[in-house]
């Protein structure tokens, strides 16, 4: 497609358990973000990818949380054992190579993610 | 820790009137400047990007850049109700692209 990505759109499950969100970048796009937005919060810098490595995962809130690329191209962004303030809009991010700061990021529809 | 700081809003302009949205950033080596808007449940969309000192314009848009101050305007002209939205203002600086985002302005146009 054209855009980012994201799959599923929303997602509801109980506390504790596993879920993984899934992001397709622009075809092209070598970096790959990972930012959450609370309700009514600004946007939280989660992990960066260049490739498949991950530069920059500072943001990342906890070890429950990990992110991977395969490829390339798609990411997926693991939360284990959910609480219930991970609860927010997972929203994914691509840009075209890194070597220039000045690229702009797109960003895909988002994950909502409640949990329960 | 770098830092950029928006205006805490809300602004509310009427119709057909320029709605002027400021924006601070700490790190003077910042290089680049974006403002994205986004709509109530949607995600954040690139309006506007600005990598030199002085305005950039786009039909209503204009972004005005002074490094030497470090602030990152956005101008809207002839204000429309369609434009009312939170904007971001995203500045980038560093060598792993990594954005900084400000908390977002809520701009409101009265018809």
């Known amino acids: 497609g054209a855009g980012v990505s994201q799959s599923p759109s929303n997602k509801v499950t109980e506390k504790g358990k596993d879920v993984e969100l899934r992001c397709d970048p622009i075809?092209?796009?070598?970096?790959l973000y990972w930012y959450r937005q609370s309700l009514g919060q600004g946007l939280e810098f989660l992990i960066y990818?260049?490739?498949?490595?991950?530069?920059?995962k500072s943001g990342l809130p906890s070890d429950r949380f990990s992110a991977e690329r395969t490829g390339g191209s798609v990411s997926t962004l693991t939360i284990q054992r959910t609480q219930q303030e991970d609860s927010a809009v997972y929203l994914c991010a691509s840009s075209l190579a890194g070597h220039y700061s000045n690229q702009p990021q797109h960003f895909g529809d988002g994950t909502r993610l409640s949990i329960l | 820790q770098k830092e950029v700081e928006q205006n805490s809003g809300p602004l509310s302009v009427p119709e057909g009137a320029i709605a002027s949205l400021n924006c601070t950033y700490s790190?003077?080596?910042?290089?680049?400047f974006f403002w994205y808007r986004q709509y109530s449940g949607k995600s954040p969309e690139l309006i506007m990007f600005?990598?030199?000192?002085g305005d950039k314009e786009d039909g209503r848009f204009t972004a005005q850049l002074n490094k030497a101050s470090q602030y990152v305007s956005l101008l809207i002209r002839d204000s429309q109700p369609s434009d009312s939205a939170t904007y971001l203002c995203a500045v980038n600086g560093g060598a792993n692209s990594k954005l900084t985002f400000g908390k977002g302005i809520t701009l409101s146009v009265r018809p």
């Open positions: 990818f260049q490739g498949n490595s991950a530069p920059d």
């Open positions: 075809s092209g796009h070598t970096a």
């Open positions: 600005i990598y030199s000192n």
């Open positions: 790190d003077r080596g910042s290089q680049s």
